[in-house]
């Protein structure tokens, strides 16, 4: 894919550079405290696997703008298409007088999301604007309330996202009351859970019992609108459930009249060597809930599902000013186009081997990687004290830090803040790819604990 960005690691000042450090000063006084950065380092260009900065540092892309970059920044198609889009129009609303893209879009999500029974699309702007219209949709659908989210979930900042979403600190934390009507089920977190039971932590079907018992007596079948969970989690830290987890609480949902959800958000689109996360174990929502990767960069999500739950709606009861914007579904269709036509998914895969072989050699070292894993380009390593399970954030952070200073973005996730993310886009080389890593690797040897 090509970029006309030097596909080179580079670091032209110390980081962050002079310029970062001005931007940074001007950006503290502008701009809302609330808003964090990962990096100090202020972005002009990047394409393939690199970022550059103000300064001139080229940094390895190990992050894609959390998982939304997959098929590489400012992608050909996408640039073309958008620049063919923003020359025509702009914006008139979808819901006052319609365009083309946004229904081929509709058809492009019906067409390639999981099952082959009749579906429906409707388009928004941001994930968690995504995930509460499908709580909408399926509230009208069943005629119920009640919502059930897992453990370690994340699905948004809005006030009913926020609820949905698990970890306090950042997300939550002085920001209540949050909308009632929404419940947590135990995950199957396979590494956790095998302190506890060797049994559990290998049994999905296991896990999936355990959370349906508790559903079932805390919430009640009867009352309950939607579960909605990521198939393979992304902030909670890349926990990928026990196989036969998503297939027995898919099962339930559909033998209790609940709409099962799949929050595809961070796993969509190729991410992790399938189109969605859900295929890996032919798990077919009722509805799915996307964004990120979606539109190579540009602010679009989308629900997408059974066409006679997403007509539960009465007409005009879902919309939206932007939601749809032609220039978003002009990236979009064009992003679609890329994955498709560069074999994307096969290129994930190519990837998932990579950063594992590379990880796994790296924790056969060091006691401190209690676990790897993840799948495609979506890998993780969740880091412990020495020869303990007790997570160990500031190992991360340390390991983090070094790694931007070393010229590598890499972020981290997790309930406890341990885990190493790593969401490169599938536009890098491998040789980035593996430098990335030979990167990370000096860096835990450095970083003592
Ligand atoms: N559902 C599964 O991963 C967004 C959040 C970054 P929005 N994840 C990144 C942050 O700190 O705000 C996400 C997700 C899943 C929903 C969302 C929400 O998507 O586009 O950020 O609203």
């Given at each position: 894919m090509a970029s006309s960005l030097e596909q080179r690691r580079h670091l032209a000042t110390e980081i962050p550079g002079p310029r970062s450090t001005e931007l940074m000063a001007r950006k503290n006084s502008a701009v809302a405290s609330g808003i964090g950065v990962t990096m100090p380092v202020f972005a002009v260009e990047a394409g393939g696997g690199i970022v550059q900065d103000v300064d001139g540092n080229s940094f390895i892309d190990l992050g894609s703008g959390i998982a939304v970059t997959t098929i590489g920044n400012s992608a050909p198609r996408v640039v073309e298409a958008v620049r063919q889009q923003v020359e025509a129009f702009?914006?008139?609303?979808f819901m006052i007088t319609p365009y083309e893209g946004y229904v081929a879009v509709a058809e492009a999500l019906n067409r390639l999301?999981?099952?082959?029974h009749e579906k429906k699309s409707a388009l928004f702007n941001s994930g968690a604007e995504a995930v509460e219209n499908a709580i909408k949709i399926a509230r009208a659908h069943t005629g119920k309330q009640a919502v059930v989210v897992f453990d370690h979930a994340y699905h948004g900042r809005t006030n009913l996202t926020m609820a949905m979403t698990a970890k306090s600190m950042p997300y939550k934390s002085g920001f209540g009351p949050f909308a009632p009507e929404v419940y947590r089920a135990p995950l199957s977190y396979p590494y956790r859970d095998a302190l506890l039971s060797k049994e559990g932590a290998v049994d999905g079907e296991l896990a999936a019992r355990r959370a349906i018992d508790v559903i079932e007596k805390q919430v009640g079948a009867g009352n309950l609108a939607a579960i909605v969970i990521e198939p393979i989690q992304g902030e909670g830290g890349f926990i990928v459930p026990a196989d036969g987890f998503l297939p027995a609480l898919s099962a339930w949902c559909t033998a209790n009249g609940v709409v099962f959800v799949a929050d595809e958000v961070q796993t969509g689109f190729a991410r992790t060597g399938a189109m969605f996360a859900c295929d890996h174990e032919g798990v077919v929502p009722d509805l799915i809930v996307t964004a990120k990767?979606?539109?190579?960069?540009l602010p679009l999500s989308a629900v997408t599902g059974r066409a006679e739950i997403m007509d539960a709606s009465h007409v005009s009861g879902l919309g939206g000013t932007y939601g749809g914007n032609p220039i978003a579904c002009a990236a979009a269709l064009a992003t679609i186009e890329t994955i498709e036509a560069e074999g994307l998914l096969e290129r994930a895969q190519e990837v998932e081997r990579v950063l594992l072989d590379g990880l796994h050699r790296l924790q056969a070292d060091d006691d401190r990687i209690g676990d790897v894993r993840g799948r495609g380009a979506m890998i993780a390593v969740e880091l412990v004290r020495s020869g303990t399970d007790e997570p160990d954030a500031d190992l991360a952070r340390a390991v983090a830090a070094s790694a931007h200073r070393a010229g590598v973005i890499v972020l981290t996730c997790g309930t406890y803040g341990n885990v190493l993310r790593l969401l490169p886009p599938l536009a890098i080389s491998n040789e980035l790819l593996i430098e990335g890593l030979d990167i990370l690797t000096r860096t835990f040897s450095e970083v003592q604990s």
């Open positions: 702009t914006h008139t609303c999301t999981p099952g082959d990767g979606i539109a190579g960069g």
